[in-house]
Each structure stands twice: as C-alpha cells, then as structure tokens.
C-alpha cells in the first residue's frame, strides 16, 4: 500500500464539483482510495479510522483541500495522482473553454469573421433586437426565445427573407445544421434527407427513425411553432424548402408540422409542386389528398414520414427493420387488465410526441382530453386531474411557467405520474424519453424510483399496470440509448420503438371488443 | 455596472452604514465570499440563480465566471456601489431588502403529518447520498465510514432532543461539525435544517434555542468559514429562502406544494439540500412527537 498527499491552502471547490471529482478520483486505474474533501477535524477522524492519517493529513485545517490517493503499490502512486490532478485541472481548463466570450453580436461578428450563424437565447424582450443585429451583420439566426409579437417575428423574417438568409424562430428548439446540433437535438448519420420543421420533438423523432432505419440528415431546419400561422405565412418553411432544393447534398425533403392555416398550406403545397426534389409531407392529423393533389408524399405518422423518406432516399427496403407492432403482447395486456382499467394516461415531455399518440388513440377512441387539444370541448377542465383518456404535454406553457422544461428536468411529470398510476380505471400509462444535446442526462433514470413505486403498489393492489416507455434517441447519443432502454426494461415497462408504436400500442391494449385491430 | 436584485437586510445595513471594506474569500460560477475587514464576517455575491439567503446580496448576473475575480482581490463601497477591484460594479440602491422570516409552529398539525408521509417518501427516492443519506454503493471505505458516523451522531443528537435531555445536546451537536463530503459538510447542513425548526416561534423543541446559540462558539473551529457562516445563521434562526418556503410548505401547504418546495431544498449543493431536508425533517419530527 502506498499513500500520497497533498494539502492545497485556503483552497475551495463547490460541494457539486468535489463530490463529482471525488468519484471519478475512485475509478481512475490502480486507485484503491481517493479522498477530495475538507481538512476539518471530523474529517481527518475518519480518515484516521479508515488507516489513512498522515502527519500532512494532521496538519491540514477546515479551510484546507486535502487530497489523498492510496494505491496498492507504490509505483502507482505518482501517475494516480498525476491523474487526479488532470481531473482538478480539467475541471478548470473546462470552465475557461469558452473565455472568448463577447457582450455583443457587433463584437462577435467582428471577433469571428467567419461565423455565418448565431444562436439565440436571450430574454424576450431583447430577443428581437439581438436577432435583427445578427441579420444585419449577415447572419443566419436561430432563435430559442419565445414572447416575441407576431408583428416582430414577421418583420425578422422578412429582413431575412430579403437578404437571403434563414431566420428560424422565435421559439425553435432545435435543428442539425451542417451535422452540428443546435439546441435540443440527436446525434444522427449524415445523409441525404432535408427536414423543414415547425414542431421541435417532432422533428427529432423523424430524424431519430430516419437514422434507425439506415438513412441519414443533410440539414435540419426549424421554423418556430407559428411560421404555419395565418399572420408569419409560412415564410420560414417556404425559405427552408427552397434552400434545402438548391442544396445539392439533399435528395429528399421532409415537412414536419401541425397541420398549416388553410392559406398557408396552399402557398406550401404550391412550392412542394415546384420543388425538384421529393417531398415527404407529415402534418399530424392532416389533408392526405391535398399533398397528393400537389405532389407529396403524405405521411400519417412520424414513423410512416421516416420510412418513405429513406425509401426515397435509394435505402433498400430488404434491410430496414420496420420495427412491427408487438401483435401477441397486445393481446397479453389486454387479457391482464380488469374491465374498470379503461383508460390511457398519456405524460409527455415532447409536444409532438404527445399530440402524435392522441391522434392515434382518437381514431379509434372517444373522450380524449389534453392540455393541448385542439377541439375546445376535449380540453382539460383542470390541467391537473385526469379525465377518462387524457394525454398531457408537461412542455406547454402550464407547466413551464417558471421551471425547466421536462425535457431539461423530466423530474417535473414524477408527482402526476404516480397520481395516475394510484387511479384504478387507469390500464395503460405511457410516457417518453428524450434524449441528445440539450435534454436531461438520464430521463429515465429519474423517474425510475417512481416507475419502480407504481408498479410494486399495483401489484400489491391486486392490478396490472402497464406502462410504456419510448426512448427517443439514436445510438449515438449521450446517454447511451441501450442503457436507457436497458433500465426500462429492467423496471417491467414495455418498450415502445418509436413514438407511432408507443401511441398504437397504448391505443390497443385498452380496446375492447369488436374494434381490434 | 451590475444591479442587485436583492439583499440580506443585514447586508444591506453593513453596506450602507459603516464603511464597509474587505476581500475575497472564495470564488465560484455562481457565487463569491467576501471576508468583511471589520468583523471577519463573510458575506456572499449571488448570481440571479441563487435564492435570497442570509448576508448575501444577489445580483443581476448569470455567472461570474470570466469576471477574472481572485481570492483577495480588495472589495469596498463608494457612491452606493460595490466595487471589486475594477473588474465588478455593483449598484445597491436596486436591491430590495430581505429577511428570514420562519413561519410559526402550528397548533393544528394535520397538514404537516399528511405531508411528512410524502416527503419522507420524497427523499427516499430522490434525496442524494453520499451524505448522511448513505449510497447503496459508497465509492470508497472513507465514504461508507462517514456515512456510518454521519448516521450515529444524528441519531443520537434526535433521541437526545425526544428525551427532553440538554447536558449533551451540545456535545452531539458539535461532533457533526465538519464531518461529511462537500464544501459545507454534511453535518453541517443537517445542522442548519434542525436549527431553524427550534426556532419556529411556538416550536415544541424551542428549549434548545439557547443551546444553539451558545454552542455556536464552539464550532467556529471546527469547520470551514463559509459553512460555519451558515450554520452561525441558522443558530440565530436565519437560512436561506428556498429552506423558509419548504417550512412554510410542509407545516401549512398541500402535499403538492411541499413537494415543489422540497424540490428546491434537494436541489442546493451536491447532497447539502438531502442533509438540509433530513435536519428539517428530524426537528419536525421530534417537535411532532414532543408536541403531539
């Protein structure tokens, strides 16, 4: 055994970092004991009692950084410790990565000549300024903010319009460009297929299937959620479609969006008959002979929108895993739930996600509310208690007001989730999982406690719930995708492969009689 | 020039009624220490992330990082502003004035036990270990230790305040100080939520106030200056906002609201805000068992 220590003066870290840094101490190679922490007197009692006291350790005071390795053999020592310095150091090097840091886009323009895009997340109120100095210094601008006017956004995006450049936003969350994603967004393959969209999880679940099914992205381009509104015109998504046509890369484009106001799907429609390229329409629960009429390929749902497109794309049909419904497990559920387990409670951070399984479940099924169905009649009474079949997006405004959006803290849905799992009418709850740049580092693993809860109090209640997880990721995202469906799985929720399966899943364990499918 | 939002009142008169001069303690993203040249006491910049706290002035800031602050760079006060060195302005006469206020110990406690069920639960799930909550998988032998010691000294402070006992109320008190992972150690932290539950106004554990109050001498030692700053607060009945509104929450509030409120709590620190719910929830339980 061999010890080494150092004692670093007057020396202070926050508890998040030493506790972060303390556990990564402990796996580095050939440590048999790291200890990051505060020389105070009841501190150096413990090390004493775990045999680790040095006369360094003696002298060290409360306001002192102690750092003690202990390896198995004395030729480790150094280089172990040298390692546990790099992951001090690092955390610094990592806090001063970004020290060109400019107080204005003038001054960033002029810093970084080259730049030709800006990112925006500022306040509203100062949103608009800062996205038209961007114009000005000719460059292409997403913004993330919201709480800009209509009139605002349609003057940003005429400036833009007329000076050749893409303004995306306000309120667009994501988009891949050039292979980097902005925002929130999945790492995915590099490819030949161009999305347009208007919808932020919509857009990352196309993207997430086009990639699972073996294709890949030339350039994702948000919109903002109003572009489709009678006032914006659609100026974005008709800008978009023409820049995705003049890019040679892309072969296939992709729309994704609520279905457009009627003046403005027709200007849309219109562009999609003068576009060179085949276009893949896929407006959730929208006008199927009206895309034909002018050309496009309708799609009914995300999962259908991503496989024409591959298939478009010169993807050989042969070798995609269409990913089928799981036919006997419904049946298996089915069978399991008692006649009073009736109903699907839907808990959603993506919006899209949300709205693309309650369009499936209203096919099928009467009674739906939501927070954000379209049919005032549906919607919920009380955001916060559950009608027959509901389906809430916890990212709408009722529930952000003031907190991180689920997809940054999915921790926000834990309470509801388990209200409704108590509720015995309930058979099937399901839920998503987004992962990629931007989102939560472990969706799943936050609600897992609670999943693990539910499920354990059914049980002991005599009843079957059943839940469903959909994972929206690709391998190559961070976290790992496997290991969040892994945990899933593990928990005794049913893993939906997409989030068309998660809603016809859903849908079709807790139909009853003649409307099997 | 950088506005305050919001001060400490206590901060705010330091400021505004001596000449107040000192220098940096300590550096973080989100926070800096000045130590006060008059009293050695240290007083906290806050960035606008951080909730209202004792001697602390929060400012209309998301970072402070690339503001090149060091320890001992010279703070002082002039026309109204804060100045360190010449790298940060900060304008006071913005700030509205804070202070702890604890809510009062209720008569009817039917809220406060419906809720106490939940959020024990709560923190069972969520809370964070590493401190006195303990991980199923300690990383290493020194951490499965203090967890242990961590476990003992609480128990042993909470039968102590059950039984009505004060000859060693302030000895078990003082064997948690600076014990624990963290910048403010987990003893600490305990401390300061069970502090400021002995001192809710009609509080069954109310006799212990006294105690906490002398026995806070005792500690200074013992501890680093920027825990022990917090934990001399909490002796006096003052903490930080997030921790006021969970009292108020769970004594007075709904199942869903002390959650929200616990969240909060939760989210301070590494595993501080677990070790500060445990303390919280320790007083609220003997002041439940004491008081009935």
Same mark, same amino acid.
């Given at each position: 055994m061999s010890i080494k220590v150092v004692i670093k003066r007057n020396t202070y870290f926050d508890s998040v970092s030493l506790m972060s840094l303390s556990t990564k101490a402990n796996q580095i190679e050939g440590v048999e004991q790291a200890i990051i922490g505060m020389g105070t007197e009841m501190n150096k009692g413990v090390i004493r009692n775990v045999g680790l006291m040095t006369p360094e350790v003696e002298e060290a005071t409360a306001g002192d950084l102690m750092i003690i390795v202990k390896t198995t053999s004395a030729d480790q020592t150094e280089s172990a410790y040298l390692a546990v310095e790099e992951l001090l150091t690092n955390k610094d090097k990592a806090q001063a990565k970004s020290d060109i840091k400019y107080a204005t886009i003038d001054s960033a323009a002029q810093g970084i000549p080259d730049a030709n895009f800006a990112v925006i997340s500022v306040n509203g109120a100062f949103a608009v300024r800062e996205a038209r100095k961007a114009l000005e210094n000719d460059l292409h601008v997403m913004l993330f903010s919201d709480n800009v006017s209509v009139e605002d956004e349609v003057e940003l995006k005429t400036l833009a319009h007329e000076k050749g450049l893409l303004m995306m936003g306000p309120d667009c969350g994501t988009a891949i460009i050039g292979n980097t994603g902005l925002c929130f967004a999945n790492a995915v393959r590099k490819g030949n297929i161009g999305i347009v969209a208007a919808s932020g999880t919509g857009s990352q679940e196309v993207s997430v299937r086009i990639h699972d099914f073996g294709g890949g992205i030339t350039q994702l381009i948000g919109t903002g959620g109003r572009d489709l509104s009678k006032e914006v015109g659609g100026m974005m998504m008709l800008d978009g479609i023409k820049a995705l046509d003049a890019d040679e890369a892309t072969k296939v484009i992709v729309l994704v969006s609520k279905p457009p106001e009627a003046s403005v799907e027709k200007k849309v429609l219109a562009q999609i008959k003068e576009c060179s390229k085949p276009v893949v329409v896929y407006f959730i629960g929208g006008n199927e002979e009206a895309v034909v009429a002018a050309g496009g390929q309708f799609a009914k749902t995300s999962k259908e929108a991503a496989l024409k497109a591959v298939l478009l794309a010169g993807i050989d049909e042969a070798g995609i895993n269409k990913r089928a419904l799981n036919i006997p497990l419904v049946e298996e559920v089915r069978a399991k739930l008692a006649p009073e387990q009736k109903y699907i409670r839907g808990l959603f951070c993506g919006g899209t996600l949300c709205d693309e399984s309650m369009y499936l479940a209203m096919e099928k099924l009467d009674n739906i509310y939501s927070n954000i169905q379209k049919n005032p009649d549906f919607l919920l009474k009380d955001i916060n208690v559950s009608q027959e079949h509901t389906f809430i997006d916890f990212g709408d405004d009722d529930f952000t007001n003031g907190k991180p959006h689920p997809m940054i803290d999915p921790s926000s849905r834990i309470e509801r989730f388990l209200q409704e799992a108590k509720d015995p009418t309930v058979g099937v709850i399901v839920m998503d999982f987004v992962l990629g740049f931007g989102s939560h580092e472990d969706p799943v693993g936050v609600m897992l406690p609670a999943i693990i809860e539910a499920k354990q109090l059914a049980e002991k209640e005599g009843r079957h719930l059943e839940i469903i997880g959909y994972v929206l990721g690709t391998d190559l995202d961070t976290p790992n995708i496997d290991e969040q469906v892994t945990k899933l799985v593990n928990a005794g929720v049913t893993h939906a492969s997409s989030s068309t399966n998660a809603g016809l899943l859903a849908r079709e364990m807790v139909l009853k009689g003649e409307n099997h499918e | 020039?950088?506005?305050?939002? %919001?001060?400490?009142?206590?901060?705010?008169?330091?400021?505004? @009624?001596?000449? #107040?001069?000192?220098?940096?303690?300590?550096? #973080?993203?989100? @926070?800096?220490?000045?130590? %006060?040249?008059?009293?050695?006491?240290?007083? $906290?910049?806050? $960035?606008? @992330?951080m909730d209202r706290a004792p001697n602390t002035l929060v400012i209309d800031l998301d970072t402070l990082d690339h503001l090149y602050i060091n320890q001992q760079d010279r703070v002082s006060v002039r026309d109204n502003q804060l100045l360190i060195e010449e790298k940060l302005q900060i304008a006071i006469h913005t700030a509205t004035r804070w202070q702890c206020q604890l809510p009062i110990y209720p008569a009817d406690r039917t809220s406060l036990k419906m809720n106490m069920i939940r959020v024990k639960q709560f923190i069972d799930l969520h809370g964070?270990?590493?401190?006195?909550?303990?991980?199923? +998988?300690?990383?290493?032998?020194?951490? @499965?230790?203090? %967890?242990r010691l961590l476990q003992q000294r609480t128990t042993l402070l909470y039968?102590?305040? &059950?039984?009505?006992? &004060?000859? =060693? #109320?302030?000895?078990?008190?003082?064997? +948690?100080?600076g014990l624990g992972p963290?910048?403010?150690?987990?003893?600490?932290? #305990?401390?300061?939520?069970?502090?400021?539950?002995?001192?809710?106004?009609?509080?069954? =554990?109310?006799?212990?106030?006294?105690? =906490?109050? %002398?026995?806070?001498?005792?500690?200074?030692? &013992?501890?680093n200056e920027i825990s022990f700053t917090t934990l001399k607060k909490a002796a006096h009945g003052q903490v930080r906002e997030s921790i006021c509104s969970f009292i108020h929450a769970i004594l007075y509030g709904t199942e869903v609201e002390s959650i929200e409120a616990l969240r909060r709590v939760l989210a301070i620190g590494s595993s501080s805000g677990t070790d500060i719910a445990l303390g919280l929830i320790s007083g609220l339980e003997a002041n439940i068992v004491l008081g009935g």
């Open positions: - | 020039m950088i506005h305050a939002k %919001s001060g400490d009142d206590y901060f705010l008169q330091q400021i505004v @009624a001596t000449a #107040f001069t000192g220098t940096v303690h300590s550096v #973080f993203k989100h @926070a800096l220490n000045i130590r %006060s040249d008059g009293n050695d006491e240290i007083f $906290t910049l806050a $960035t606008k @992330a964070k270990g590493g401190g006195i909550k303990r991980n199923d +998988l300690p990383v290493s032998e020194f951490e @499965a230790e203090t %967890s039968e102590e305040i &059950l039984n009505q006992r &004060l000859d =060693c #109320f302030q000895t078990y008190a003082t064997d +948690l100080v963290g910048l403010t150690p987990s003893g600490d932290d #305990f401390l300061v939520g069970l502090f400021a539950i002995i001192h809710l106004e009609n509080s069954p =554990c109310s006799m212990y106030k006294p105690l =906490c109050e %002398s026995v806070i001498k005792m500690m200074q030692p &013992l501890t």
